[in-house]
């Protein structure tokens, strides 16, 4: 059985930062097989793709939404099965549940559906 746990959410201000982390766990998990993505689903929302990095068997090719070119980050941990998030310049239109989630197809898609597993969420919350 595969888990994803989130962790780092929590109340930032406008123009702030914040660092996810989605930790995986599990036997038959094995995690450089899978691309790894960020999702998000604000309230009244639809969940929406922020930012996809492809398996660690070979160089990381890496997706954002255009949302959140230039201020988001993700990268993985192969090591640690640990991906992460870095979101600068924090603005309230980035509130929102964020998930984690996990592919073994590797096509690094942006699309919910495509994602096996997923964790439970980390709310983010950005005041103005």
């Known amino acids: 059985q595969v888990q994803l746990a989130e962790s780092g959410g929590g109340l930032a201000e406008a123009g702030g930062s914040l660092r996810l982390s989605c930790t995986a766990s599990?036997?038959?998990?094995?995690?450089?097989?899978?691309?790894m993505a960020w999702f998000r689903q604000a309230p009244g929302q639809e969940r929406e793709f922020v930012a996809g990095i492809s398996s660690g068997r070979s160089l990381d090719r890496i997706n954002y939404a255009d949302s959140v070119k230039g201020r988001f980050t993700i990268s993985r941990d192969n090591a640690a099965k640990t991906l992460h998030l870095q979101m600068d310049t924090l603005n309230p239109d980035d509130t929102a549940l964020y998930y984690c989630?996990?592919?073994?197809?590797?096509?690094?898609?942006?699309?919910?559906?495509?994602?096996?597993?997923w964790g439970q969420g980390t709310q983010v919350t950005v005041s103005s």
């Open positions: 989630a996990a592919d073994r197809t590797g096509a690094l898609s942006t699309v919910a559906r495509d994602y096996t597993f």
């Open positions: 599990g036997r038959e998990f094995n995690w450089v097989w899978y691309t």
